[in-house]
């Protein structure tokens, strides 16, 4: 079982990013899935999360400018991110569940993806 992600890089405040996640080695369509991110010197933070019936949820800091998304045919999540700041810097981390329920608390996923670097400075 293996989650892929991808889409990080550098960009300048106010720029947008596009991170995508995709699962193999099982299908996820059932599971709820997020995206955490960890700041150096910082703990891992919830992100946002999205079920298979696309229910969703979202940090109230990223709320207006984050946007998750899914394809159940293939096995992928998204997150688009607009309105980049500073302080959304840090590496992004894609994550399943087992089962459906919504969840922000890290130890509620079963699986984990290698994470991706996302830079926002000038």
């Known amino acids: 079982v293996q989650l892929q992600a991808s889409g990080g890089g550098l960009v300048q405040p106010g720029g947008s990013l596009r991170l995508s996640c995709a699962g193999s080695?099982?299908?996820?369509?059932?599971?709820?899935m997020g995206w955490f991110r960890q700041a150096p010197g910082k703990e891992r933070e919830f992100v946002a999360t999205i079920n298979w019936s696309g229910s969703f949820y979202y940090q109230d800091s990223v709320k207006g400018r984050f946007t998750i998304s899914r394809d159940n045919a293939k096995n992928t999540v998204y997150l688009q991110m607009n309105g980049l700041k500073p302080e959304d810097t840090g590496v992004y981390y894609c994550a399943a569940r087992s089962s459906p329920a919504l969840r922000s608390q890290a130890y509620e996923y079963s699986f984990w993806g290698q994470g991706t670097q996302v830079t926002v400075s000038s």
């Open positions: 080695g099982r299908t996820f369509s059932s599971s709820a």
